[in-house]
Structure formats: structure tokens, C-alpha cells
């Protein structure tokens, strides 16, 4: 068993070969390119997606492999998952032999999968080893475009992974916020196998009630003593809203005065409390004794929730003068998009992921976060 920690970033096709001239002027110390075929098992109730794990057989240059995904955390787009992988010599799932291999329940041997989607994409991928850190620092970088597969319907993959390799969680970030990223780009906690999933059930995603959520989440900070879990709280509300919201799409929001509104008064309500409370929770913040490196994601953490405000209140005046609801949510599609809002997310997950060393920062993340 190994644990993966990675961050992804989807990216439009026409970005994709930017980014990859990018990556290659940083003299990468591989690079290798190559298709893989992807077929996700389970059983007839959806066993292993009802424990939020995902079981696929890898197909790469003839060579098969079995990998078990399991639940692990996802904070924006970094995904911490513990995985288990078996060679195989065939495309069918031997399930009884990983258990064996990995001491895994052994009920699971008698369980009877069936194929339920395919991802199959061409991956490039390269080796960075960043110079910027006293200690050796190794990133893979994989740029992956395809498709996802499920019976007749099908859903693009242009999206980058960065997988840490060797260094710490802000060796990770700290090279991803080094790159020259252009708008159109964001973070995604969602993995292929979650967007496999929604695809071959024909999922039909509904908008909850953020105000009911905004007004528990002031419960829970009123009663935590905590500070880092009122302030990763905070940031798995705000991760939830960006992934509702662009799965929900532009054009639900845009054939609907309410809709638009409601959802522009949701991020408002974010953006609002940081800079009402920007004073009160830095200094808790730095009774932690935070470095300071730690203190600048901060106060940039304050200051883009400032001028995300500051958007979000020029959206509330144009949509009121205009009642134009599809420019207003393409406006707020775009600042969601933005490198701007990129390295805000980036920001957060620092400021949420406070490590001392690997084991412990583990530890306290997963017990943090439930």
C-alpha cells in the first residue's frame, strides 16, 4: 500500500500545450509519453462506490495492472489517498488475489464486478526536480487529454496532475504557485472516477441550500475552538460552492433571475466574512506561532477575499441594473477561473495544511478533517 498525494488542475485543450512548454524549459529530468486504457469495476449495487473507493484495470504498453483506490481526503485539488496495486496478466480484475497480497477483507473475494465505465486517455508526463528547496524535492507532472466512457455517452479529460514524489505538501505547492498559469484554469477536488461514476448513473446534480449551509457553518465557528477546523470548514464550504457551481453549469443559472442571484450571494457571504473577521482570526492564526511564509499566504488570503468582494459586489450592481443573468454568472465563471483565484486556492490549502514533518502532518490533517 502506498499513499498518493497529488494536486490536480483542470485545464482547457488550448492551454494544454503552453503549459507543456513550460514545463519543458524547466529542463525536466524525464519525459515520456503514453496511452492509457482504464476500466472501472464494481458490483451490480456499486459496492466499492458506496464506500467511495474506486477499482480499475490499467492498461499501459500491454502490461495490466489492478489498482484499489480507497476514500482518502481531498482538500481543493490536493488528494491525499492511500492505493493498492497488483500486476495481473489479463484485463479482468483479480480481486481475490489483491485481498491476499494486502490482507484486505476477505468477503470482498466472493464479490461479482462487471465493467461500469472507461477512462482512456494519452498521458505526457514529466519528472521535475524543483532547485528552490534545501532538501530533494521530486514532482511528476502528468498532462492527460481523453475521454471518459460510459456506454454512449462520454465527457472530455484535459486536466494536469502534479504527484509528490519526494518533499513535503509545500514543496508541491510552492512549485505549482512558481508556474506562469494563465486563466482558464482551476483547481478540482472531483476525480476521474467520481466524474466515471456521475457519468454512467446519469446523475442530475441539484443546488443545495447554501443559506441553510452558510448559517450552520456560523454555528460551528461560533463553538470551535479550534482555529484550523474553522478555517478548513470554512474552505471545504467554499470548495463545495466552486464544484456545485460548475457542475451545475452556466446556462442553469443563466435561464434564472433567482438562481443568479442566490448563487452570486453565496460566494459574497465567503468573501464577506474573511474581511469582517481578517483581524480577529489572524490573530488566532498566530497564536499557532505560524512561520512566516505562512503569515504572507495569509494576509494574501485576506486580500483576494477583499477583492473578491469587491467583484462580487459590482456583479450584484450590474445584475440589478441589468437583470442580464447570463453575462453576469460568464463574469463569475471567469473569476472562478482565474489565476487569480487560482493562487487564492492555493493560499488556502497551505494555510490548511500546516505540516511539521510528513508523519505528523498526516496525522493531524486526517484527524482534522474527520
Given amino acids: ?38 476500466t472501472y469495476y464494481d458490483t451490480a449495487d456499486k459496492f466499492f462506490a458506496q464506500h467511495q473507493m474506486g477499482l480499475r484495470v490499467r492498461k499501459e504498453n500491454q502490461q495490466f495492472t489492478l489498482t484499489l483506490k480507497t476514500k482518502g481526503e481531498a482538500l481543493g485539488g490536493l488528494h491525499i489517498r492511500p492505493e493498492y496495486n497488483l500486476p495481473q496478466q489479463s484485463e479482468t480484475p483479480d480481486l481475490a488475489q489483491l485481498v491476499e497480497n494486502y490482507d484486505l477483507d476477505p468477503s470482498w473475494k466472493t464479490l461479482s464486478l462487471q465493467p461500469i465505465f472507461a477512462t482512456d486517455f494519452a498521458r505526457e508526463t514529466f519528472l521535475i526536480r524543483p532547485e528552490f528547496s534545501p532538501e530533494p524535492v521530486e514532482i511528476e507532472v502528468a498532462l492527460d487529454q481523453g475521454k471518459i466512457l460510459a456506454g454512449d455517452k ?27 498559469l494563465e486563466n ?7 476525480s476521474k472516477a467520481q466524474r466515471g461514476y456521475a457519468l454512467a448513473e446519469n446523475y442530475q446534480p441539484k443546488a443545495q441550500n447554501w443559506l441553510d449551509k452558510w448559517r450552520d457553518f456560523l454555528d460551528f465557528a461560533q463553538s470551535a475552538g479550534n482555529f484550523s477546523q474553522k478555517l478548513t470548514a470554512l474552505f471545504q464550504l467554499e470548495q463545495g460552492l466552486i464544484e456545485e457551481t460548475f457542475v451545475l453549469g452556466q446556462v442553469y443559472f443563466a435561464e434564472d433571475f433567482l438562481r443568479t442571484v442566490e448563487r452570486i450571494g453565496a460566494f459574497f457571504n465567503l468573501y ?15 497564536q499557532q506561532g505560524l512561520s512566516d511564509a505562512l503569515k504572507t499566504d495569509w494576509r494574501a488570503l485576506v486580500e483576494s477575499s477583499q477583492q473578491c468582494l469587491a467583484e462580487c459586489k459590482q ?56
Avoid at 165 to 170: D, E, M, R
Avoid at 342 to 363: G, H, K, P
Fill in 1 to 38: 500500500m502506498s499513499t498518493e498525494i497529488e494536486l490536480k488542475l483542470l485545464i482547457p485543450q488550448f492551454g494544454l500545450n503552453s503549459f507543456k512548454q513550460n514545463l519543458l524549459k524547466n529542463a525536466p529530468h524525464f519525459h515520456q509519453q503514453a496511452f492509457l486504457g482504464n
Fill in 315 to 370: 456583479l450584484i450592481a450590474r445584475h440589478s441594473e441589468t437583470k442580464n443573468n447570463a453575462e453576469v454568472i460568464a463574469q463569475l465563471f471567469d473569476l472562478l477561473q482565474s489565476a487569480f483565484y487560482l493562487q487564492r486556492m492555493l493560499n488556502l490549502i497551505s494555510l490548511t495544511y500546516v505540516e511539521e514533518n510528513d508523519a505528523a502532518n498526516l496525522e493531524n490533517w486526517e484527524m482534522n478533517n474527520g
Fill in 272 to 286: 464577506h466574512f474573511y474581511t469582517e473577521n481578517g483581524n480577529l482570526l489572524e490573530n488566532a492564526f498566530n
Fill in 154 to 180: 462520454q465527457a472530455e479529460i484535459s486536466e494536469v496532475e502534479f504527484e509528490l514524489k519526494q518533499g513535503k505538501v509545500a514543496d508541491l505547492l510552492d512549485y505549482v504557485r512558481s508556474l506562469p
Fill in 184 to 190: 482558464g484554469v482551476r483547481l478540482s477536488a472531483i
